[in-house]
C-alpha cells in the first residue's frame, strides 16, 4: 500500500470561514483562542505549519529547541482549541492549521477595535 502525501491526510481545502460569534460567546471563544497561543512555542509551531501550508509530521521538534514531549503537549492545547489537526500516519501524527480557526481568531481580534456607540 502507497503512503499517501502529507498533503492528502489531513489538509484538505479549506472550509468555509467559521460564523463568528456576538457578545459574550465572542469574548470566550476569543479568550480560548488567546490562551492556546499564550505560549511562545505554541505561537511558533503555528508560524512553522502556516509557513510549510501543508502537513508536517516529524518536523517541528527539529525546528524547536523543545523536548519531544513538550512539543507533543503543545500540539495537543493547539489541536483542542481548534487551531491544528492531526491525522495519524502509521506510527506518527502529521499536522496542520485548521484554517477556519485561524480566520475566526483575526476575525474576533479585529472586532476589539470596533466602536461601541462611539465611545473608545
Same mark, same amino acid.
Given at each position: 500500500? #502507497?503512503?499517501? !502525501? $502529507?498533503?492528502?491526510?489531513?489538509?484538505?481545502?479549506?472550509?468555509?470561514?467559521?460564523?463568528? $460569534?456576538? /457578545?459574550?460567546?465572542?469574548?470566550?471563544?476569543?479568550?480560548?483562542?488567546?490562551?492556546?497561543? /499564550?505560549? +511562545?512555542?505554541?505561537?511558533?509551531?503555528?508560524?512553522?505549519?502556516?509557513?510549510? #501550508?501543508?502537513?508536517?509530521? /516529524?518536523?517541528?521538534?527539529?525546528?524547536?529547541?523543545?523536548?519531544?514531549?513538550? &512539543?507533543?503537549?503543545?500540539?495537543?492545547?493547539?489541536?483542542?482549541?481548534?487551531?491544528?489537526?492531526?491525522?495519524?500516519?502509521?506510527?506518527? &501524527?502529521?499536522?496542520? &492549521?485548521? +484554517?477556519?480557526?485561524?480566520?475566526?481568531?483575526?476575525?474576533?481580534?479585529?472586532?476589539?477595535? !470596533?466602536? !461601541?456607540? /462611539?465611545?473608545?
Amino acid at each position: 500500500m #502507497a503512503l499517501r !502525501e $502529507p498533503q492528502e491526510l489531513c489538509c484538505p481545502p479549506a472550509q468555509a470561514v467559521l460564523e463568528v $460569534p456576538e /457578545g459574550a460567546a465572542a469574548d470566550e471563544r476569543l479568550a480560548q483562542l488567546a490562551k492556546a497561543l /499564550g505560549h +511562545p512555542a505554541r505561537v511558533a509551531i503555528v508560524r512553522i505549519l502556516l509557513r510549510r #501550508a501543508s502537513c508536517v509530521c /516529524g518536523e517541528i521538534v527539529d525546528e524547536l529547541p523543545l523536548a519531544q514531549s513538550t &512539543v507533543s503537549q503543545h500540539l495537543k492545547v493547539l489541536k483542542e482549541a481548534g487551531l491544528i489537526r492531526g491525522e495519524v500516519d502509521g506510527p506518527r &501524527v502529521c499536522y496542520c &492549521v485548521e +484554517p477556519a480557526t485561524v480566520q475566526l481568531f483575526k476575525a474576533l481580534v479585529q472586532r476589539l477595535e !470596533e466602536v !461601541e456607540d /462611539g465611545c473608545l
